[in-house]
């Protein structure tokens, strides 16, 4: 019987599961099984196990094995569509100017290679200047209230431009962290970045880390845009695309 086991044997039984077995089926059996599954031990093995823990970390030690744990099984990308592979899908608040938004296969005329194979498009703004955005709703991507007014994990923001080879563009991001009430409780925006005309055409990667930034934020608004310097008909400005936002640990 389950009951007879020793609690250590227990807890590596319980360990062996899904952690959404765990949070939403065995913590409601017992009041042994709750306080296994609430407590360090059985979360700082599960870490272990998956190579997120050292194998001599110490269950007493200052980390919250269930919180690190969950941290890294949910981390992915919240941004959808980030390379238009679905055309303008996901994508709100788009300003179109000159010609609009287009997205093309890379690399593209005049440009270079992504770094990943993985990515095989990207968005390429006009003579005009061009912008979208996406809202990510923390709560309904799993996210809950107590986490990020608490833990405060970190909110990792990735964007990668470039221009082509022939043709100057601008480039911006902006990112905001958002109350309930859309409030902005904190932001990150770039300068406007210029790449000259007979560039490279080379991509480059801006990233930015929020941390320790206080209890409320329930969204993530992210925003970039361009538009080239030649100012030429078609799609000549800035070059997007890999776009991300990660909660991590």
Known sequence: MMESLPEHLLVR?????????????????CSQWKNLIDGGALWLLKCQQEGLAASDAKEEGSENWQTLYFLNKRKRNLLKNTSGEEGLEHWVD????????KTEDLPGDFGKEFPSDEVHKYFVSSFDWCSKAQVIDLRAEGYW?????????????????????????????KVQ???????????????????????????????????????????????????DTVFWKGWYGARVTHSSVTVEP
Not at 149 to 163: E, L, S
Not at 188 to 215: C, K, L, M, R
Request: with cysteine; charged share 25%.
């Open 94 to 101: 788009v300003q179109d100017g000159g010609d609009g938004w």
């Open 145 to 173: 209230e107590e986490l990020m007014d608490t833990v405060q994990p970190k909110i990792v923001v990735k964007d990668w431009y470039a221009a082509r080879c022939d043709a100057g563009c601008l480039y911006n991001l």
């Open 177 to 227: 962290l958002l109350s309930e009430s859309e409030e902005v409780l904190a932001e990150f925006a770039s300068e406007t970045i210029a790449v000259p005309q007979d560039n490279e055409g080379e991509w480059t990667e801006i990233t930015h880390t929020f941390a320790d930034y206080g209890p409320g934020v329930r969204f993530v608004k992210f925003e970039h845009g361009g538009q």
């Open 13 to 29: 039984i319980l360990a062996s599961l899904p952690m959404s077995d765990l949070v939403l089926v065995c913590r409601l059996v």
